[in-house]
T-cell receptor, first 114, second 115 residues
């Protein structure tokens, strides 16, 4: 079974630009969550999608948005990039229903904002 | 407000000895806890989990202990191997009360196993 894939793996943008990151979950997984990892901050939860609906949202400004498609693939968009948005963005998928679920992570997209 | 805390940013252990990684949480509604391992340039890999109805879960060399009264969990790795050198994250969720799968992660502990 293929794992979670994220594209692109690396991205360099300048302040004020916008960026779209993509995540394909494990086949059969319907929940996709996004996290931001910065040094010293661990993984900060951005949002979770299930069946094309946002179920949870973390404490991030409205410049961060996402969506999920009918095939469970998800995209995350950051508009008006700031230097502080430089981070590793991780996507995780899980079955998303029933009892406790483990999340399986992709390799991440390393975003650098200049 | 950091609801999940890993107070030791780093830990060094001799190969063959026990590694103990600690995690504290503040939210008493958390009912499911996980440990992930992360190598550089890779996403976190799920290691082991425990629900709040248990106080111990074991999987090979990895054992997680949960002390609900102290709001504390720990990951024991015995024996430690050089390949265990990585950053370890603990995570928690309040699935039973929220019905959702939002996970709160700690800031990680970098484990270095010395050969």
């Amino acid at each position: 079974k293929a794992g979670v894939t994220q594209t692109p793996r690396y991205l360099i943008k300048t302040r004020g630009q916008q960026v779209t990151l993509s995540c394909s979950p494990i086949s059969g997984h319907r929940s996709v969550s996004w996290y931001q990892q910065t040094p010293g901050q661990g993984l900060q939860f951005l949002f979770e999608y299930f069946s094309e609906t946002q179920r949870n949202k973390g404490n991030f400004p409205g410049r961060f948005s996402g969506r999920q498609f009918s095939n469970s693939r998800s995209e995350m968009n950051v508009s008006t990039l700031e230097l502080g948005d430089s981070a590793l963005y991780l996507c995780a998928s899980s079955q998303g229903q029933g009892s406790y679920n483990e999340q399986f992570f992709g390799p991440g997209t390393r975003l650098t904002v200049l | 407000d950091q609801q999940v805390k890993q107070n030791s940013p780093s830990l060094s252990v001799q190969e063959g000895r026990i590694s103990i990684l600690n995690c504290d949480y503040t939210n008493s509604m958390f009912d499911y806890f996980l440990w992930y391992k992360k190598y550089p340039a890779e996403g976190p890999t799920f290691l082991i989990s425990i629900s709040s109805i248990k106080d111990k879960n074991e999987d090979g060399r990895f054992t997680v202990f949960l002390n609900k009264s102290a709001k504390h969990l720990s990951l024991h790795i015995v024996p430690s191997q050089p390949g265990d050198s990585a950053v370890y994250f603990c995570a928690a969720s309040d699935f039973k009360t929220s019905g959702t799968y939002k996970y709160i992660f700690g800031t990680g502990t970098r484990l270095k196993v010395l050969a």
